[in-house]
T-cell receptor
Framework: AQSVTQLDSHVSVSEGTPVLLRCNYS??????LFWYVQHPNKGLQLLLK??????LVKGINGFEAEFKKSETSFHLTKPSAHMSDAAEYFC????????????FGTGTRLLVSP | GAVVSQHPSRVICKSGTSVKIECRSL??????MFWYRQFPKQSLMLMAT?????????EQGVEKDKFLINHASLTLSTLTVTSAHPEDSSFYIC?????????????FGPGTRLTVT
């Protein structure tokens, strides 16, 4: 079975400092992994995705993530946080069989202080 | 990216009534759509997979008679919450799978906030 674990329920950073949101995955196959962001009372926006191409994936709004097979990790980073980055972030793995369902992590709330 | 809409964005209904939520793929055809439920401060939980022209596939623990799903066309899936009760109050999100590219992609609607009084 495929799953993701987000290690931190909350992460607090100051504006202008780096962001690190951690995600570990479990998969029997080479996984497809995603990071989504959800602002309060809003739908989901895709930040970036890994689908077995380059291991360093660049996304929107300055975010990137690195797929590390040896560590089964797909951590999300950003060099400098903005106030507008405050939101809920979900690490997601896509099942490679059947309907290709998405399995969501429990989410990490990013708090950005001035 | 492709666009998925949901209607309504918010709905308030009385206990015992039924509510229908629409999910539309606006610029692509979607054979497969998904319905999720999200409680406050929690992650998304997949409720069911909706397939055009066939019965929906429900996840374990989801009452198929309570949450009726109809995928009548390649651009529209509906979720009807029947005999709604306050515990059904939640944020309902749909997604539609776009199979046009090398890798399929799911695009999410903006969500529907259901409040049952």
């Amino acid at each position: 079975a495929q799953s993701v674990t987000q290690l931190d329920s909350h992460v607090s950073v100051s504006e202008g400092t780096p962001v690190l949101l951690r995600c570990n995955y479990s998969s029997s196959y080479s996984p497809s992994l995603f990071w989504y962001v959800q602002h309060p009372n809003k739908g989901l926006q895709l930040l970036l995705k890994y689908t077995s191409a380059a291991t360093l994936v660049k996304g929107i709004n300055g975010f990137e993530a690195e797929f590390k097979k040896s560590e089964t990790s797909f951590h999300l980073t950003k060099p400098s946080a903005h106030m507008s980055d405050a939101a809920e972030y979900f690490c997601v793995v896509r099942m490679n069989t059947g309907f290709q369902k998405l399995v969501f992590g429990t989410g990490t709330r990013l708090l950005v202080s001035p | 990216g492709a666009v998925v809409s949901q209607h309504p964005s918010r709905v308030i209904c009385k206990s015992g009534t039924s509510v229908k939520i629409e999910c539309r793929s606006l610029d692509f055809q979607a054979t497969t759509m998904f319905w999720y439920r999200q409680f406050p401060k929690q992650s998304l939980m997949l409720m069911a997979t909706s397939n055009e022209g066939s019965k929906a596939t429900y996840e374990q623990g989801v009452e198929k008679d309570k949450f009726l799903i109809n995928h009548a066309s390649l651009t529209l899936s509906t979720l009807t919450v029947t005999s709604a009760h306050p515990e059904d109050s939640s944020f309902y999100i749909c997604s539609a799978r776009d199979d046009r590219g090398r890798f399929s992609e799911q695009y999410f609607g903006p969500g529907t906030r259901l409040t049952v009084t």
